[in-house]
């Protein structure tokens, strides 16, 4: 590439290789470059002929040739250079004045508001907040290649490789039920809990989380009692505490809602495998100091969380 007049060179060409190559497709990389795939297509063309080479092999799956490996380890650490030189003007306070936007599904952002906003506020009093939910946790990698959203809090494990993630919670299912219903108690077994009926979280991780022989037995019982289906873990508690019926929802959730409603969080008497919930960002942002800075207090928000829900409740 030294020998090239870069005056004739579009330097374009070479961002749309470097997401190609980090995403492994070019439907990937016109999403995080916000052009359309046509735009990348070409893009790729183009630096092919400059190249002389192919630079990658498959249409879906983009794998790299030895060329194109060659190359990005060459246009990487320039771009980054360059991106580098272009914020140097710029004070990491400066680039915290902005908001940062983080997907929680299942009504996650009632654990992690608070947390969140109060370590972002001490830190860096220009910065905001929006916690926003997510309809389809399928598109969680879309919206962080696109940069739609900076991080997202969610259960479910992705393929894509450009994702990294870091434990957030630990998953275990509870019960709440109101404070003072007439059958159902601390000793209470699976049967007394079957014989009652239950209010639903409509796309609960508790559909897909990991679970023991026993508890899928005991999940597709509860499904089969089901009197309510509502869309947000947000709504149980308010319907659970003026009736009898009984919920089941992550233990994290069950703590608090006991604690501001006038409901009661019991064991679920059944031993279960525990689920991992992850704080999952885009690695080509990295680079990005106020996502690095935002991702920090993401997990030092969600550390604060696990503290305060220690307890299992097979523990409890």
Same mark, same amino acid.
């Given at each position: 590439m030294s020998s090239i007049n870069l005056r004739r060179l579009d330097l374009n060409l070479l961002t749309a290789f470097e997401a190609v190559y980090e995403e492994g497709s070019q439907l990937k990389a016109s999403e995080r470059l916000a052009?359309?795939?046509?735009a990348v297509s070409s893009a790729i063309?183009?630096?092919?002929?400059? =190249?002389?080479?192919?630079?990658?092999? !498959?249409?879906?799956?983009?794998?790299?040739?030895?060329? =194109?490996? #060659?190359?990005y380890l060459q246009i990487k650490p320039a771009l980054d250079g360059i991106r580098k030189g272009f914020d140097q003007g710029?004070?990491?306070?400066?680039?915290?004045?902005?908001?940062?936007?983080? +997907?929680? =599904?299942?009504?996650? !952002?009632? /654990?992690?508001?608070e947390p969140l906003y109060r370590r972002m506020k001490a830190e860096a009093p220009g910065s905001t907040l929006n916690i926003r939910s997510?309809?389809?946790?399928?598109?969680?990698? &879309?919206?962080?290649?696109?940069?739609?959203?900076d991080a997202a809090v969610t259960s479910r494990r992705f393929e894509d490789t450009m994702l990294r993630s870091d434990l957030c919670f630990e998953y275990d299912v509870g019960v709440i039920v109101r404070h003072d219903h007439p059958r159902i108690h601390k000793e209470s077994t699976?049967?007394? /809990?079957? +014989?009652?009926?239950?209010? *639903?979280?409509?796309? &609960? +991780? /508790? #559909?897909?989380?990991?679970?023991?022989k026993e508890l899928q037995g005991f999940v597709e019982a509860a499904e089969r009692r089901v009197d309510i289906v509502v869309p947000n873990v947000l709504v149980v508690p308010t319907v659970v505490e003026k009736s009898d019926l009984v919920a089941l929802i992550p233990w994290s959730f069950a703590l608090r809602f006991s604690a501001t409603y006038d409901v009661k969080a019991l064991k679920l008497p059944i031993k279960q495998k525990t689920d991992l919930v992850s704080l999952v960002w885009h690695s080509a942002y990295?680079?990005?100091? !106020?996502?690095? *800075?935002?991702?920090?207090?993401?997990?030092d928000a969600a550390c604060e969380i696990r503290a305060r829900t220690d307890t299992s409740p097979l523990e409890s």
């Amino acid at each position: 590439m030294s020998s090239i007049n870069l005056r004739r060179l579009d330097l374009n060409l070479l961002t749309a290789f470097e997401a190609v190559y980090e995403e492994g497709s070019q439907l990937k990389a016109s999403e995080r470059l916000a052009l359309s795939q046509p735009a990348v297509s070409s893009a790729i063309t183009r630096l092919r002929q400059v =190249a002389g080479d192919r630079l990658f092999v !498959g249409t879906r799956n983009m794998r790299p040739t030895s060329k =194109a490996d #060659e190359l990005y380890l060459q246009i990487k650490p320039a771009l980054d250079g360059i991106r580098k030189g272009f914020d140097q003007g710029t004070s990491l306070s400066d680039r915290l004045e902005r908001e940062f936007t983080i +997907a929680v =599904a299942y009504g996650g !952002g009632y /654990l992690m508001g608070e947390p969140l906003y109060r370590r972002m506020k001490a830190e860096a009093p220009g910065s905001t907040l929006n916690i926003r939910s997510i309809d389809q946790e399928t598109e969680i990698p &879309s919206l962080l290649r696109q940069q739609v959203i900076d991080a997202a809090v969610t259960s479910r494990r992705f393929e894509d490789t450009m994702l990294r993630s870091d434990l957030c919670f630990e998953y275990d299912v509870g019960v709440i039920v109101r404070h003072d219903h007439p059958r159902i108690h601390k000793e209470s077994t699976p049967q007394n /809990l079957l +014989a009652e009926r239950f209010i *639903w979280v409509s796309g &609960s +991780a /508790l #559909e897909r989380s990991p679970k023991t022989k026993e508890l899928q037995g005991f999940v597709e019982a509860a499904e089969r009692r089901v009197d309510i289906v509502v869309p947000n873990v947000l709504v149980v508690p308010t319907v659970v505490e003026k009736s009898d019926l009984v919920a089941l929802i992550p233990w994290s959730f069950a703590l608090r809602f006991s604690a501001t409603y006038d409901v009661k969080a019991l064991k679920l008497p059944i031993k279960q495998k525990t689920d991992l919930v992850s704080l999952v960002w885009h690695s080509a942002y990295e680079s990005d100091p !106020g996502i690095n *800075w935002f991702l920090k207090v993401c997990k030092d928000a969600a550390c604060e969380i696990r503290a305060r829900t220690d307890t299992s409740p097979l523990e409890s």
